[in-house]
């Protein structure tokens, strides 16, 4: 085990905390203090590196509820384990009710990617419309010409509007089959027929539902958006344009039928891993793996890659990006949030190492580990 020489070193390493020392430590599940000394606030978060720092955003959340009052948070670090925050850098909007993103919306899973050719840094995110609980189903994009904002909100949508996936096959567009047609018993038909595309077909018009998601950018530069879609029945995987500031139409389906939220992705010697959720609100579920030789591939299902106690729980919490530690050869950290919704401000964070046995990834509890310690 590799991977636990780590601990070794831990046991002689100061933590940090209010003492002001420096932290060099990641403790799981702990409360994580800013520059601040205050909990850091970036709920369902992404990271971005970019020129030697690494950027975390993430949902504010306050006390009671998990509405969007604030905004999205960003918090920037050189080593991964001290964060200073940056401020609010997507603002919600306070003066005007019709805002997409007025106060008292939804904005989840924010994710920002970096574009070489424009220059720009493009923040995507989940967005649900004030007072519409989850239904408007909406991926939100802001753009900002520093990683610190402050982002400007462009607009919200349903992707792919009249464009059938990639994957849809002759049959899947001439059926004629709708809800109504269902009975509400007979779950086995609504399974196979969500699976049939169902709601693709009546979304078509206008665009396909978008909750969970995350952002991928491949070694050819070219972006990927990865959702919760078909009223989260079924994953979809949606190219962007070569200014990832749009979908460029080109989508597919993925895992269909198969309910999973939360997606995270990483990529290692050509194969491309998908760590998702099953669908339970903000109670923690299994985890779930699948892997693909190229995105659009056929995705083969592996089960869950946690193991331990509390696997089935992914040990309380539920995945929300994968980041790799630049400088180290192997060392992938998969990002996970442990949700309190009756005091969402105090959610905390589950960063895990992923392992890999026999080029499978795996994730393990540890109560704190070290990433310069670890042995990558
Ligand atoms: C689980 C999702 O992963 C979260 O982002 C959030 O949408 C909650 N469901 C809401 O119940």
């Not at 955003?57 to 925050?85: M, P, Q």
Request: hydrophobic share 35%; aromatic share 12%; charged share 25%.
């Amino acid at each position: 085990m590799k991977l636990f020489r780590l601990l070794v070193v831990l046991s002689i390493i100061p933590l940090a905390c209010s003492t002001g020392r420096i932290a060099t430590a990641i403790v799981p599940g702990e409360l994580w203090k800013d520059n601040r000394g205050i909990h850091i606030n970036a709920h369902g978060g992404g990271m971005l590196f970019r020129k030697g720092v690494y950027y975390w955003y993430g949902e504010h959340k306050d006390e009671t509820s998990n509405e969007a009052n604030v905004g999205i948070n960003c918090y920037s670090s050189r080593d991964l384990v001290n964060w200073k925050f940056e401020g609010v850098v997507l603002p919600v909007v306070t003066d005007n009710d019709s805002s997409d993103i007025t106060k008292g919306c939804i904005m989840e899973r924010p994710k920002v990617v970096y574009n070489e050719k424009t220059q720009k840094y493009v923040l995507w995110f989940h967005l649900e419309l004030k007072g519409q609980g989850y239904k408007a189903a909406r991926v939100a994009m802001a753009v900002s010409d520093s990683p610190t904002g402050t982002f400007e909100y462009v607009r919200s949508y349903r992707p792919n509007a009249g464009i059938y996936p990639l994957n849809f096959t002759q049959e899947q567009k001439a059926d004629t089959l709708t809800l109504s047609d269902i009975p509400k018993s007979e779950r086995q038909q609504l399974r196979s027929a969500v699976e049939n595309g169902l709601y693709v077909r009546r979304d078509l018009a206008g665009g396909q539902m978008s909750r969970d998601m995350t952002i991928f950018v491949d070694d050819n530069k070219k972006a990927y958006h990865i959702f919760a879609s078909e009223e989260n029945q079924t994953l979809q995987i949606a190219e962007l344009s070569d200014d990832y500031q749009s979908h460029n139409g080109r989508y597919m389906r993925i895992l269909v039928g198969k309910h999973n939220e939360a997606p995270t992705i990483l990529k290692r010697n050509g194969k491309y891993f998908l760590i998702t959720s099953d669908c339970t609100g903000w109670a923690p579920n299994a985890a779930r793996m699948a892997v693909a030789d190229s995105l659009f591939g056929t995705w083969t299902e592996l089960g869950n890659p946690c193991v331990g106690e509390n696997a089935n729980l992914t040990f309380q919490s539920q995945g929300t990006y994968i980041q790799k530690v630049e400088g180290k050869k192997d060392l992938y950290i998969f990002m996970a949030d442990r949700w309190t919704p009756k005091k969402p401000i105090d959610g905390r964070y589950i960063w895990l190492p992923i392992l890999f046995e026999n080029g499978i990834p795996v994730l393990k509890w540890y109560n704190k580990w070290d990433i310069k310690g670890a042995k990558y």
